[in-house]
């Protein structure tokens, strides 16, 4: 079983940045990609981004530019750098890890960003 556990959420302000971390108990390397959603009430979640396991990222026209998804698989860690955050960009956020048919998530870590 496989287990996510985000953290790095928090309170900040408006073109601040935050930094979300993704540790994954087993080797990210045999995932086929890795994924940030977000989730504000109400709504269904969204992909933030994703990295496939051969390194190519996917990012949401909302956050391109802004934030950027990375891995460190010595770490079993992925990476959400979100810069130039706007109130907007207030959800909780997801990890996701997709391996064949299966994919696997997090507990979520809010995001809060002030105006």
């Known amino acids: 079983q496989v287990q996510l556990v985000e953290s790095g959420g928090g309170l900040v302000q408006a073109g601040g940045s935050l930094r979300l971390s993704c540790k994954a108990s087993g080797s990210i390397f045999s995932f086929n990609a890795m994924n940030w959603y977000l989730q504000v009430p109400g709504k269904q979640r969204e992909l933030v981004a994703r990295i496939w396991s051969g390194g190519s990222t996917n990012y949401a026209d909302s956050v391109k530019g802004r934030f950027t998804i990375s891995r460190d698989n010595a770490k079993n860690t992925v990476y959400l750098q979100m810069n130039n955050l706007k109130p907007e960009d207030t959800a909780v956020y997801y990890c996701?890890?997709?391996?064949?048919?299966?994919?696997?998530w997090g507990q979520g870590t809010q995001v809060i960003v002030s105006s």
């Open positions: 996701n890890a997709l391996l064949g048919s299966y994919e696997y």
